[in-house]
């Protein structure tokens, strides 16, 4: 599925920036998937990039803006906590 989302929102390897790594980490949220996931997806694919240390340091920070200091989203595993 999270190879899917990269195809959709970037397309080609040689198309990939920060601002289609950015598009595949909000459709990973919007599809309930963890952005730490996809963020390790893109980093195990870093090779595959022309320009491989800007898009993960966008993605890194995308990760780190839009969840609690990098941490799984927020809500995941909360049922747990509160019972």
Known sequence: MVEAIW???CGTWERSDAAC???FLA?????NLDPQDGLNWVIEHRVAL????AVADAALRWVNEHTSTGSPILGI???QEQG
């Open 27 to 31: 459709e990973c949220v919007a599809r």
């Open 7 to 9: 195809r959709r929102q």
């Open 50 to 53: 022309p320009n491989a240390e």
């Open 77 to 79: 595993g909360a049922e």
């Open 21 to 23: 790594v950015q598009a």
